[in-house]
């Protein structure tokens, strides 16, 4: 969305509130990776979702300038099919296939987005280190649905699951609690070990 008919004061305005928004998020990025380190993640790791991190927050930011929304809400679904092309990119040693399964759109605050972002990133890493055999055909699927005024997001994979791993106290459990509280989410329960979901208000 262009806006060609903006007087200086708006339009630095605009450019100050660009600005504030994009410092925001690499100040998160980075006390994230501080969490990480603080855990101790592998910096192998740490580059990689860093990497993701940085390439999303920049379709985030890509797409609030193309909305024509006022309030520059994004579209679930069009975000979620840069990100997973941002995953095949990085991710793409590890034989993993990512499929998208959102299949109603609709749009979300991009600071929302962001930190659903970081959560999903949590869980292909937990999926790599404790559910996924070397060798083996990987496949992880997401998604997201609006139902009134709550999300769901359902993460899954086809190898052992991760449900055990973050249910057990360990150094990953409590990063992955940050990261739900970060959306103000609940852990929904469910049978499956393969299967995640997470609610959250909208």
Same mark, same amino acid.
């Given at each position: 969305?262009?806006?060609?008919? !903006?007087?200086?004061?708006?339009?630095?305005s605009l450019l100050k509130e660009y600005n504030h928004r994009i410092n925001n998020d !690499? #100040? /998160?990025l980075l006390a994230f990776i501080k969490l990480q380190r603080r855990f101790g993640i592998d910096n192998d790791e740490i580059i990689n979702s860093?990497?993701?991190?940085? /390439?999303?927050?920049s379709a985030i930011q890509n797409m609030m300038y193309d909305t024509d929304d006022d309030e520059n809400y994004i579209s679930t679904r069009g975000f979620f099919e840069d990100f997973i092309k941002i995953l095949n990119e990085y991710y793409?040693?590890?034989n993993i296939k990512f499929s998208n399964e959102i299949k109603t759109d609709f749009n979300i605050h991009p600071k929302k987005m962001f930190h659903l972002m970081f959560l999903i990133n949590e869980m292909i890493n937990l999926s790599i280190n404790f559910s996924f055999e070397d060798g083996a #055909?990987? #496949?992880?699927?997401?998604n997201l649905e609006k139902i009134g005024e709550k999300c769901l997001l359902t993460y899954s994979d086809n190898g052992s699951g991760i449900k055990e791993t973050i249910s057990e106290s360990s150094r990953r459990t409590v990063l992955f609690e940050q990261l739900i509280k970060q959306i103000?989410?609940? !852990?929904e329960s469910s049978d499956s070990n393969s299967i995640i979901s997470i609610e959250f208000s909208y």
């Amino acid at each position: 969305m262009e806006n060609t008919n !903006l007087n200086p004061d708006e339009k630095r305005s605009l450019l100050k509130e660009y600005n504030h928004r994009i410092n925001n998020d !690499l #100040q /998160a990025l980075l006390a994230f990776i501080k969490l990480q380190r603080r855990f101790g993640i592998d910096n192998d790791e740490i580059i990689n979702s860093s990497c993701v991190s940085i /390439a999303s927050i920049s379709a985030i930011q890509n797409m609030m300038y193309d909305t024509d929304d006022d309030e520059n809400y994004i579209s679930t679904r069009g975000f979620f099919e840069d990100f997973i092309k941002i995953l095949n990119e990085y991710y793409s040693k590890f034989n993993i296939k990512f499929s998208n399964e959102i299949k109603t759109d609709f749009n979300i605050h991009p600071k929302k987005m962001f930190h659903l972002m970081f959560l999903i990133n949590e869980m292909i890493n937990l999926s790599i280190n404790f559910s996924f055999e070397d060798g083996a #055909q990987n #496949q992880i699927s997401f998604n997201l649905e609006k139902i009134g005024e709550k999300c769901l997001l359902t993460y899954s994979d086809n190898g052992s699951g991760i449900k055990e791993t973050i249910s057990e106290s360990s150094r990953r459990t409590v990063l992955f609690e940050q990261l739900i509280k970060q959306i103000d989410g609940s !852990l929904e329960s469910s049978d499956s070990n393969s299967i995640i979901s997470i609610e959250f208000s909208y």
